[in-house]
């Protein structure tokens, strides 16, 4: 982001794009099967002084996506 210091340039980016690229229980492609089988999207977004990771749910799929949404949350791993 444009708030990064230069030699820091992109890493936001770079860490909101790789943020959902696996966790521990689930490679990349298991958490994109999961969300599309739930009509789930899950993203990382870049901003100016944080990161967040949103998610948008059908009502009757929110416990299971809430297991996906957790697992990213906290247990990414950050693959190359």
Avoid: C
Avoid at 35 to 59: D, F, K, Q, W, Y
């Amino acid at each position: 982001s444009r708030a990064e210091l230069p030699k820091h340039q992109g890493l936001t980016e770079l860490f909101a794009r790789t943020w959902s690229g696996g966790t521990q229980a689930r490679k990349e492609a298991d958490i994109f099967e999961s969300t599309e089988a739930l009509a789930t999207s899950l993203n990382a977004v870049p901003g100016r002084h944080s990161i967040g990771l949103s998610m948008e749910v059908v009502p009757g799929f929110l416990d299971k996506a809430l297991e996906v949404y957790f697992d990213v949350l906290t247990g990414p791993t950050f693959p190359d």
